[in-house]
């Protein structure tokens, strides 16, 4: 009864502000995506929907999982290399890709190849991106690599820059410590190219908050897809064409009966 109650609160505050998105949104991301892409997202969320307040929690991978199943968070953003298994009643949908790279001190890079990894650097344990590396040295080498958690990519970089391991990171976080003395791509092993995905509870309306920040996140093209300089114009224009776009979609699937907005269609699992 209390959650019929607060739909209904929901619905009344929309109203009362002529359909603009305006509340309270809590995102639950992993460490990998809080440090490089929910920055992007938070600040376009501001600039579009000014009277939505975008709340962050910092979660492992499996945690956001049972975060959106029991409510705990409104939308849960993850790495995944496939669809794998969601708890019950939980939508899902893959966005847009994060590239990965292995890094490692510079003395690596000169080294014989194959090289032996005695230890895997690892932001999140759970994360499929971190999956990559260490399924190929099992496969080419021997002994089995140690793991050490590093609990942030930052970390992560010193450490594998320092030499005392071996990371896989977003390719942007390597971007963007060109110049310093920090680690290297190791060319010899290999890349991996995982997707952002998005979850949330498929029970019950979605509030204007919880739907502006999803159709954000669908629109995203990740922090790595920059346009050129001068190009922002045009960057702003396919913006607003793509906002047209959803806001049709948002329309026909209002007129169809269905409960969530956005032009994609989601997974259920």
Known sequence: MGKIFNVMDEMSTALKNNGEATGRVVVGATALLMEYEMEGLVRECRYRYPHVQVSLKVMT???????????????GLTLACGQGEAPAGVLRQALFPVPFVPVGAPGMQSGPAPRTVERVLVVDPDCASQEVLLRHLASVQESVPSLMETGSTRSALGLAGAGLGVAMVPEAAVDGAAGTAGPVVLEDLPRASVHVQALWSGDGWLS????????????ARGSHVRP??????????????????????????????????????????
């Open 208 to 219: 204007p908050a919880v739907s502006a920040f999803l159709d954000l996140a669908r629109r």
């Open 228 to 269: 050129p300089h001068g190009e922002r114009g045009a960057a702003d224009g396919a913006a607003a064409a793509a906002d047209g776009a959803a806001a049709a979609a948002d329309a026909g699937a209002d007129e169809g009966g269905q409960g969530v907005s956005g032009a994609a269609a989601p997974v259920m699992v």
């Open 61 to 75: 991978s499996k945690d956001v999982e049972k975060a959106v199943a029991s409510g705990g968070v409104d939308i």
